[in-house]
């Protein structure tokens, strides 16, 4: 039978598909529009599972903020021309839109939310078929504070989301602070934030360097906690230099702002780390 062009652009505006497959799929299915959306959605699953071993180490990260909650979503895919396609980021920020809009918390909630019908994980497998490269949701946690802020680096390889425990202030300072975590990726938000695990490991790992160097092995545990106060420093927000001015601390710069001020969460995510 004849596919109109009508039929094969209403298609493309529903799937998304480019114009051969919206033709192709209508005509495989003799015009019949739901069977057509079927037969893109098949090829999406089919293209998935053959790409399947594929490295999807492309992709858009995004924060936001919606009131008190503030959330990070990435959505991968092979090359960097889909990760720049404007298609592809709006997809991306739709799906943050419905994950922020629920009660998801995590990635596997936010996977079998509904948008236009269909889970995210359903749109991720619909447009591997449209695209024809490997996607894969991998990433979406979200914190909840008094007063949220999100920061994304230009180019959406990065974003952060930090959340603070009082509301009023210049939002440009929490901006600052999104900023810092971005620019200098800290490991929590104070030194007694950092797992327990992570402060041995630095412990082990500055008690060896001294032994090579030939330190006492009497003095080694001494010595080490001198290392650990840097790394505490150097890696935890509230005691890093603040990128902006670095003769004082992040913490030192949000009491100037507010005695009270602090940061109670944060995320970072980055593609390139």
């Known amino acids: 039978m004849a596919i109109s062009a009508a039929d094969v652009m209403k298609l493309r505006k529903v799937t998304g598909a480019?114009?051969?497959?919206?033709?192709?799929?209508?005509?495989?299915?003799?015009?019949?529009?739901?069977a057509a959306i079927q037969i893109i959605r098949e090829k999406g699953k089919a293209i998935a599972n053959k790409r399947a071993d594929r490295e999807a180490s492309e992709g858009v990260v995004l924060g936001r903020v919606v009131g008190k909650k503030a959330g990070i979503i990435v959505l991968n895919c092979e090359t960097d021309f889909v990760a720049k396609n404007e298609n592809f980021i709006k997809l991306t920020s739709s799906m943050l839109d419905v994950a922020l809009a629920s009660d998801a918390k995590n990635l596997e909630a936010a996977k079998a939310l509904m948008m236009d019908g269909r889970t995210l994980s359903d749109h991720v497998v619909e447009q591997?078929?449209?695209i024809g490269e490997k996607l894969q949701l991998s990433y979406f946690e979200t914190i909840e504070a008094e007063t949220a802020v999100a920061y994304i680096h230009?180019?959406?390889?990065?974003?952060?989301?930090?959340?603070?425990?009082?509301a009023g202030f210049d939002i440009q300072v929490a901006k600052d602070v999104a900023m810092q975590v971005a620019a200098m990726s800290p490991v929590a938000v104070d030194k007694n934030d950092v797992p327990a695990q992570v402060v041995a490991k630095e412990l082990e790992i500055a008690k060896e360097k001294y032994r090579l160097e030939g330190k006492p092995e009497n003095m080694l545990d001494k010595i080490s906690q001198g290392a650990l106060t840097k790394f505490f420093n150097e890696s935890t927000l509230l005691n890093q230099s603040f990128v902006k001015d670095n003769k004082i601390t992040v913490r030192q710069y949000l009491q100037s702002v507010d005695k009270g001020l602090t940061v109670t969460a944060f995320l970072r995510y980055a593609l390139t780390d």
Not at 19 to 24: I, L, N, Q, R, V
Not at 154 to 166: D, L
């Open 18 to 34: 480019g114009m051969m497959d919206c033709k192709s799929a209508l005509t495989e299915s003799n015009g019949d529009f739901d």
């Open 128 to 130: 591997t078929g449209i």
């Open 154 to 166: 230009p180019g959406n390889m990065v974003a952060t989301v930090v959340g603070f425990n009082k």
